[in-house]
């Protein structure tokens, strides 16, 4: 992490520990998921948040940014299609 961290925190009145936590958290988590996309592509927002144990919205917003990111897209129907993972 770096300065820019440690200026956010003194701005926003927020403990850098608390920061460095929700970051690792967060990043841990997509982790988790593009790990999980890997092994099964047929996948659910909802099947991956009882695997994590994190709420069904977490997983979307996750899916989300992964697939405006470009490290993933889905092809196929909403019920079921496959996730591709680059």
Excluded at 1 to 21: E, P, Q, R, T
Aim: glycine letters at 6%; proline letters at 0%; aromatic letters at 10%.
């Amino acid at each position: 992490m770096g300065s820019w961290l440690y200026f956010f925190a003194l701005k926003c009145k927020f403990s850098v520990n608390l920061i460095k936590k929700s970051f690792t958290k967060r990043h841990w988590i997509e982790g988790k998921v593009l790990a999980l996309l890997r092994q099964k592509a047929a996948h659910s927002a909802k099947s991956l948040s009882l695997e994590l144990g994190v709420s069904e919205r977490q997983i979307q917003r996750i899916l989300r940014k992964l697939k405006e990111e470009g490290t993933i897209e889905h092809n196929g129907a909403k019920r079921n299609g496959k996730w591709i993972v680059y």
